[in-house]
């Protein structure tokens, strides 16, 4: 049977999760469903950081089988919704689009995809509907981590794929060859550095350079490298290298999703941020520090803590205390905690290892968010409920 499209809007805000979570679902959903997606983004040129070969002067494009449509302010008034209308992230759709979906027959499903959260409320909210002024009910889709949310964003592919690239110890090699890391001896730690800018990665920078064992970091251009260059003396772009006692830098240029998540399986620990590299840690079944997006009166912090107290419930009390001592060092910015921190999670990175294997099955267990979106859209326009 023809499937009637769905409509995804992305508007870019000031960084990448917005557009790198939306351009992931799409194709998820084009590539394991076979539904026809089209993604509405107002920010083509950012979007092209992502997905290096879109070209932002076109209207529409095909890529991955996901139809590309440039979000321009004067909204093509001919539009016709399909399906299902996404709005990510409470993006304001225009006001041609609220018209159309109102007058369509059938209506079409309305949702707002929300930010990922570990709060144990956005249960009680997920799925909810709103009645809005153009006669239509809006629903709100809460990702999360619990059997009742709305799940996370996960390739059906990704695990049988991460875990052949980890089993070929070739593939790392030759990514850092790829990518000009220098060798470094056979006990290095290789760690990937993409936060946002924080007063405690000096310290931290510091602990490495200073520690007994060699540590590699990679750095992909971005927000961090404002933190790293004061302490380094110089600019890192891509291709450059530095070295300070034990530590050894290399910048790295941002390359599309797929190529990120390489990186992501190569290290020994990935210091992520925001939504989407954060979860993309977590696949890589690899330790990760998560450097979460700050907000107004510390709101972030009890995010953290929300996520922390699922994440870590599978270790040892000692090592839960010290890998939640170290990311609210690094979250707050406190960069003189980090000479402590850095030893205690070395101490405890055996069973961090140990624990992040087992994690991604764990979490994953009810089902993607993909699926349970696919679900949901079923679910209602077969029974209505
Ligand atoms: C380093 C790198 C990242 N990426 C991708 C991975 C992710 O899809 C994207 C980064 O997104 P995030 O990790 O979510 O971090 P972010 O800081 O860019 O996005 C944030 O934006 C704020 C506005 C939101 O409120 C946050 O919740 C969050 O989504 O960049 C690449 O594709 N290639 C790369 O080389």
Redesign the pocket.
């Known amino acids: 049977m023809h499937k009637r499209h769905w409509d995804i809007f992305c508007t870019v ?9 939306t ?2 679902l799409a194709r998820q959903l084009v590539a394991e469903f076979a539904q026809p997606i089209r993604l509405w983004v107002d920010d083509l040129a950012s979007f092209a ?2 997905c290096p070969d879109l070209d932002p002067a076109l209207a529409t494009q095909t890529r991955d089988g996901v139809s590309i449509c440039r979000w321009d302010p004067d909204f093509d008034p001919t539009w016709q919704p399909g399906a299902l209308v996404i709005e990510a ?1 409470a993006c304001q759709l225009p006001d041609a689009a609220l018209r159309a979906m109102a007058q369509a027959s059938p209506r079409p499903l309305w949702l707002n995809l929300e ?2 959260s570990a709060e144990a409320w956005i249960d009680d909210c997920h799925s909810l509907p709103s009645l809005q002024s153009n006669g239509l009910a809006k629903h709100f889709f809460f990702p999360g981590f619990s059997p009742r949310s709305g799940g996370l964003l996960c390739e059906g592919s990704l695990s049988a794929q991460r875990q052949a690239w980890q089993a070929d110890p070739a593939q790392r090699q030759a990514l850092f060859a790829q990518l000009g890391v220098p060798p470094q001896p056979a006990h290095c730690r290789y760690i990937s550095l ?1 936060t ?1 800018e924080t007063q405690a990665l000096p310290g931290l920078l510091q602990a490495w350079a200073d520690g007994q064992d060699p540590v590699c970091l990679l750095v ?3 927000r961090v490298l404002a933190s790293l260059q004061p302490w380094l003396g110089q600019a890192l772009p891509a291709g450059a290298q530095a070295r300070r006692g034990n530590l050894q830098l290399v910048g ?6 797929a ?2 998540d390489r ?1 992501l399986w190569s290290c020994d620990l990935n210091l ?7 979860l ?1 840690a977590q696949w890589a079944a690899r330790p990760f520090l998560w450097h979460i ?1 700050q907000q107004e009166d510390d709101i972030h912090l009890e995010k953290l803590q929300a996520f922390m107290a699922r994440y870590a419930s599978g270790l040892s009390a000692e090592a839960r205390q010290a890998l939640l001592d170290f990311h609210l060092a690094y979250d707050r910015g406190e960069a003189e905690q980090m000479a402590i921190q850095w030893p205690q999670w070395c101490h405890h990175s055996a069973e961090y290892l140990s624990w992040a294997r087992r994690w991604p099955e764990q979490v994953l267990s009810g089902g993607d968010l993909a699926s349970r979106l696919v679900q949901w859209v079923e679910n209602r326009l077969e029974y209505g409920v």
Do not use: A, C, H, K
Request: glycine residues 12%; charged residues 25%; without cysteine.
């Open positions: 805000v000031d960084n990448y999760g917005d557009i790198g979570v351009w992931r950081s992502l992230f930010y990922l993409f946002y992909p251009e971005g790295l240029p941002m390359t599309d999703q190529g990120y990186l992520v941020r925001g939504e989407d590299s954060f993309r997006y």
